[in-house]
């Protein structure tokens, strides 16, 4: 089982509609999450970070926490072409390096 | 600005050669990784660094070395017993607190001829 598992995609949505990204993770004592944005051949950037469970939001952006199934999760509302990009969902604990699923692939039609 | 700084973009190296790959962050961090990120895949951990002058393998260290003599530098070499090491590699720094973020630098795409 992988530490931190993502479906692959693509998640293809119509403009303005909601994507929903899912994330689930092994390390039952996880405390951070992330979830990062990343554009063919550019680096990751941040776009989400939660640490209770809930939720929290950001803009367009709502991150979803639950540890007792151990996942999380991303809603993008009213999604546009510039949200087609990879998703990254990533998880720790303490101060030890992020752990990093493979990746969503979202896109998003005009 | 703060940020992190890679050199260079683009490398290509013949089979053989060893080659190092520059680190450099302003962000008074404690904390530098090195991850490696393949066509379609999440990025896999290669070395980390929590403090000046000590540093522990991630998950797929053999074939790279690294040294951490300065805060603000984490150089990574890749060596000839990499057997696959086309890749784009970043470079990435946290804070000390567990709450910290990532920061990334743009990566390195290194293309073995």
């Known amino acids: 089982q992988k530490e931190v598992e993502q479906n692959s995609g693509p998640l293809s949505v119509p403009e303005g509609a909601i994507a929903s990204l899912n994330c689930t993770y092994s390390?039952?004592?996880?405390?951070?999450f992330f979830w990062y944005r990343q554009y063919s051949g550019k680096s990751p950037e941040l776009i989400m970070s939660?640490?209770?469970?809930g939720d929290k939001e950001d803009g367009r952006f709502t991150a979803q926490l639950n540890k007792a199934s151990q996942y999380v999760s991303l809603l993008i509302r009213d999604s546009q072409p510039s949200d087609s990009a990879t998703y990254l969902c990533?998880?720790?604990?303490?101060?030890?390096?992020?752990?990093f699923g493979s990746g969503t692939r979202l896109q998003v039609q005009p | 600005d703060g940020g992190i700084t890679q050199s260079p973009k683009y490398l290509f190296r013949k089979e053989g050669q060893n080659v190092t790959l520059s680190c450099e962050q302003n962000?008074?961090?404690?904390?530098m990784y090195w991850y490696r990120q393949d066509p379609g895949q999440g990025l896999r951990l290669i070395y980390y660094?929590?403090?000046?002058?000590?540093?522990q393998k991630g998950d797929i260290a053999e074939g790279y070395s690294v040294s951490r003599e300065k805060k603000e530098s984490f150089p990574l070499t890749v060596t000839s017993a990499q057997k696959n090491p086309t890749a784009f590699y970043l470079c990435?720094?946290?804070?000390?607190?567990?709450?910290?973020?990532?920061?990334f630098g743009e990566g390195s795409r290194l293309t073995v001829l």
């Open positions: 990435a720094s946290r804070s000390g607190e567990v709450t910290g973020e990532l920061f």
């Open positions: 390390d039952r004592v996880s405390q951070s």
């Open positions: 939660i640490y209770s469970n």
């Open positions: 990533a998880v720790t604990r303490g101060r030890r390096a992020l752990t």
């Open positions: 962000l008074n961090h404690d904390a």
């Open positions: 660094s929590q403090i000046v002058n000590d540093f």
